[in-house]
């Protein structure tokens, strides 16, 4: 696929994670970062890879510009491109903030992995969350009979990993997973509490 050049203003960078529910059961993939650029005509996401977050330790403020692609599964991603190339990036002026929400660098993967998160409501997330390097939105793909995996179904949730005493954090409705012969599984909060139960209020 042909590769498009863009250049813009990083506005924020988040992790980039994917969701495969099965029922009760999760798993997650950690392909990098999501990135969202304001370019001179519109505003979109871009993905990178982790190798390129440690070499440029993206961050928002800064000038990006890559070769990329367009995403060619919509259903598996919530960046509009990927495949990043010929990537320049230059960090702006620090901007003295008091969080929320959190800026600068986000981390390695692993402590996304390692601090587990909660589900943020998608109306929080859009009108403020999208700014925060703990705001992570997800593309979900959902086996809805493990007997037959090619049913299945796709949507997006809005997660939180940041502290849990966060006062602009919404966790939004119950999430709800369907299953095989019309059965729904719902996500309760204990669930949310047992992911993050290692960490403190302001961890």
């Not at 304001?38 to 190798?51: H, K, L, Q, Y």
């Not at 019309?182 to 302001?202: I, M």
Request: include cysteine.
């Amino acid at each position: 696929m042909a590769k498009t050049a863009i250049t813009g203003r990083v506005l924020a960078v988040q992790p980039r994670i994917r969701l495969l529910r099965s029922f009760d059961q999760r798993q997650h993939n950690y392909p990098g970062y999501a990135l969202l650029i304001e370019s001179d005509a519109s505003t979109f996401w871009v993905g990178v890879g982790p190798a390129a977050h440690a070499k440029y330790r993206f961050s928002a403020g800064g000038t990006f510009s890559a070769d990329v692609e367009p995403i060619a599964n919509p259903e598996l991603e919530t960046v509009d491109y990927y495949k990043a190339a010929k990537i320049q990036f230059s960090p702006g002026q620090a901007q003295p903030t008091s969080p929320p929400p959190w800026s600068g660098v986000p981390p390695e993967l692993a402590i996304y992995r390692e601090r587990g998160h909660r589900r943020l409501a998608q109306t929080a997330y859009e009108s403020f969350c999208f700014a925060c390097i703990w705001g992570c939105r997800m593309p979900v793909e959902m086996i809805i009979d493990q007997w037959n995996p090619k049913e299945k179904q796709y949507r997006r949730e809005t997660f939180c990993y940041g502290p849990k005493s966060c006062p602009k954090y919404q966790a939004g409705p119950i999430r709800k997973v369907p299953g095989r012969n019309k059965t729904v599984w719902e996500e309760e909060a204990w669930v949310d509490e047992e992911a993050t139960s290692h960490r403190g209020p302001d961890d």
